[in-house]
């Protein structure tokens, strides 16, 4: 275990920094014992000076500025021997007389060394740092840009190698290929499952978008040039499918109605969208899209044509502080963007909406941001920022504990390829994990919560068990439940 240490004197409690550099070699479970050992080691190094016993014949000084001359002791005392003072425990004399004294001690360490190690720390969630499976993955682009890997709601894996996609089941481990496009001479760029069901959104490097049944392995519809470029992001809400391109669009089309053409189109990036995320919470931010581009910037969609309220302004009061370089749309209900970030240096390809807090966003810059950061985006605020060292290529929440995932590329650290679990709203690291030789670019979770994915350039896919299972909180009902019973 590498271990870090000092031993300065530690001081008081200080203000946290609001930019904090996290050492993304270390996790929560390193970080404890580094600091019990810090904290043994000044103990034992520096141990508390003894106390010098003050001689029961030395004369007290005169607290006066006056110089007062010498002169001869009124009682003669010289050259007399006086028994210690039973007022100072600290002689060495009274202090050997205690049996529990360390001149006595069979301890190799001190007593407040033991006590620092026998007294009970906090307990850790343990996480496994190997991956339980590992699956070939020929073919998988290292391209930051594309959103190769989703897990679908019935537990199957979709990835896209080169011009195919394969459908993985997880309960069976079967692999099955869902299409072919070598012949239209066509690559895969991005896949998403609906939230519900079976169906799965294919993107193409010639912005077609393609829409199968897993089930039946069939076509069931296609959008020729649905994008002038590339289709780097899809993401589904419901039966509206929205789609982000190089050409710098995000399109929203109803799956349900015949028509090709979109319903909507939003302008508000000035390079390729890489990211997009509908808010999944199902409350007031049900109809929230937020999309990340090239240009480093980061939008928020309102759908549902409704406008801001006229009070609320960018840098109003909120729990979080103000997000200086964000921006609100002029018309939310227009084709304005509702909210435009700009904090982040880099791509923002890494977005993902807290399933247990209603309106607040995570995104994740690029190699030359190196950032993840919070918003609220029901006043534009930016409630907390951590610099994690390295290349932000993903970001998920867990859905059985306030926890965050992030994938991570290029690095200033020692430590390169990573995939972190941060503690919300401390930022503390519970685990990293390492593995893949290449940047982690693709991640999803399973339907239950507990397992991820990751795939890199390396061509691999790998599983984790990252998150406990989620706790069963329903009540068993019994007959002799009388409190059910109507009286």
């Given at each position: 275990m590498r271990t870090?240490?000092?031993?300065?004197?530690e001081g008081g409690p200080s203000t946290p920094s609001k930019n904090r550099i996290i050492?993304?070699?270390?996790?929560?479970?390193?970080?404890?014992?580094?600091?019990?050992?810090?904290?043994?080691?000044?103990?034992?190094?520096?141990?508390?000076?003894?106390?010098?016993?003050?001689?029961?014949?030395?004369?007290?000084?005169?607290?006066?500025?006056?110089?007062?001359?010498?002169?001869t002791p009124t009682r003669r005392r010289i050259f007399q021997y006086n028994s210690p003072s039973a007022s100072n425990p600290a002689t060495p004399t009274r202090?050997?007389?205690?049996?529990?004294?360390?001149?006595?001690?069979?301890s190799p360490v001190r007593a407040e060394s033991r006590h620092l190690l026998?007294?009970?720390r906090r307990q850790l969630r343990s996480v496994c740092k190997t991956p339980y499976r590992v699956l070939d993955a020929p073919e998988l682009a290292d391209d930051f840009y594309l959103n190769l890997v989703d897990w679908s709601s019935t537990n199957v894996l979709g990835v896209g190698l080169g011009p195919c996609v394969y459908l993985w089941t997880a309960h069976n481990a079967a692999v099955s290929k869902l299409c072919d496009l070598a012949p239209t001479n066509d690559t895969i760029s991005s896949v998403s499952w609906v939230q519900k069901g079976t169906t799965l959104a294919i993107g193409t490097l010639s912005g077609r978008l393609h829409i199968y049944d897993a089930n039946t392995l069939q076509l069931q519809r296609?959008?020729?040039?649905?994008?002038?470029?590339?289709?780097?992001?899809?993401?589904?809400?419901?039966?509206?499918?929205s789609s982000g391109s190089r050409d710098r669009m995000v399109h929203h089309r109803d799956v349900r109605e015949a028509t090709m053409k979109p319903f909507k189109r939003c302008a508000g990036h000035r390079q390729e969208v890489c990211g997009?995320?509908?808010?999944?919470?199902?409350?007031?931010?049900?109809?929230?899209l937020a999309s990340g581009g090239n240009d480093n910037k980061v939008c928020i969609w309102d759908l549902r044509g409704s406008k801001r309220a006229a009070g609320l302004a960018v840098g109003g009061s909120g729990s979080g502080r103000s997000g200086g370089n964000s921006s609100a749309g002029e018309d939310a209900g227009g084709d304005a963007p509702l909210w435009k970030f700009h904090e982040h240096t880099a791509a923002v390809k890494a977005l993902a909406w807290d399933p247990h807090v209603s309106g607040v966003l995570a995104t994740g810059g690029g190699t030359q941001d190196k950032h993840i950061r919070f918003w609220n985006t029901f006043n534009g605020n930016m409630l907390n920022e951590l610099d994690t060292g390295s290349q932000v290529c993903n970001l998920i929440w867990s859905l059985t504990s306030h926890e965050l995932v992030s994938t991570h590329g290029f690095s200033s650290t020692t430590a390169q390829n990573q995939i972190c679990i941060w503690k919300y709203p401390t930022l503390n690291m519970v685990a990293s994990l390492t593995g893949h030789t290449h940047r982690v670019l693709y991640l999803a979770m399973s339907p239950d919560g507990e397992t991820i994915v990751t795939g890199a350039g390396d061509e691999t896919l790998r599983f984790w068990n990252a998150f406990p299972k989620k706790e069963n909180n329903e009540k068993k009902e019994s007959r002799l439940d009388y409190g059910r019973l109507i009286r």
């Amino acid at each position: 275990m590498r271990t870090s240490y000092h031993l300065m004197d530690e001081g008081g409690p200080s203000t946290p920094s609001k930019n904090r550099i996290i050492p993304t070699e270390s996790d929560a479970i390193k970080e404890q014992a580094n600091t019990l050992f810090t904290h043994v080691l000044h103990t034992e190094v520096t141990p508390p000076s003894p106390r010098r016993p003050a001689s029961p014949t030395r004369p007290t000084q005169a607290t006066s500025s006056t110089a007062v001359p010498p002169s001869t002791p009124t009682r003669r005392r010289i050259f007399q021997y006086n028994s210690p003072s039973a007022s100072n425990p600290a002689t060495p004399t009274r202090r050997l007389d205690a049996p529990t004294d360390e001149a006595y001690s069979m301890s190799p360490v001190r007593a407040e060394s033991r006590h620092l190690l026998e007294s009970p720390r906090r307990q850790l969630r343990s996480v496994c740092k190997t991956p339980y499976r590992v699956l070939d993955a020929p073919e998988l682009a290292d391209d930051f840009y594309l959103n190769l890997v989703d897990w679908s709601s019935t537990n199957v894996l979709g990835v896209g190698l080169g011009p195919c996609v394969y459908l993985w089941t997880a309960h069976n481990a079967a692999v099955s290929k869902l299409c072919d496009l070598a012949p239209t001479n066509d690559t895969i760029s991005s896949v998403s499952w609906v939230q519900k069901g079976t169906t799965l959104a294919i993107g193409t490097l010639s912005g077609r978008l393609h829409i199968y049944d897993a089930n039946t392995l069939q076509l069931q519809r296609t959008y020729q040039q649905a994008h002038n470029q590339r289709i780097g992001a899809i993401a589904w809400n419901s039966h509206v499918l929205s789609s982000g391109s190089r050409d710098r669009m995000v399109h929203h089309r109803d799956v349900r109605e015949a028509t090709m053409k979109p319903f909507k189109r939003c302008a508000g990036h000035r390079q390729e969208v890489c990211g997009l995320k509908w808010s999944g919470d199902g409350g007031p931010q049900a109809a929230t899209l937020a999309s990340g581009g090239n240009d480093n910037k980061v939008c928020i969609w309102d759908l549902r044509g409704s406008k801001r309220a006229a009070g609320l302004a960018v840098g109003g009061s909120g729990s979080g502080r103000s997000g200086g370089n964000s921006s609100a749309g002029e018309d939310a209900g227009g084709d304005a963007p509702l909210w435009k970030f700009h904090e982040h240096t880099a791509a923002v390809k890494a977005l993902a909406w807290d399933p247990h807090v209603s309106g607040v966003l995570a995104t994740g810059g690029g190699t030359q941001d190196k950032h993840i950061r919070f918003w609220n985006t029901f006043n534009g605020n930016m409630l907390n920022e951590l610099d994690t060292g390295s290349q932000v290529c993903n970001l998920i929440w867990s859905l059985t504990s306030h926890e965050l995932v992030s994938t991570h590329g290029f690095s200033s650290t020692t430590a390169q390829n990573q995939i972190c679990i941060w503690k919300y709203p401390t930022l503390n690291m519970v685990a990293s994990l390492t593995g893949h030789t290449h940047r982690v670019l693709y991640l999803a979770m399973s339907p239950d919560g507990e397992t991820i994915v990751t795939g890199a350039g390396d061509e691999t896919l790998r599983f984790w068990n990252a998150f406990p299972k989620k706790e069963n909180n329903e009540k068993k009902e019994s007959r002799l439940d009388y409190g059910r019973l109507i009286r």
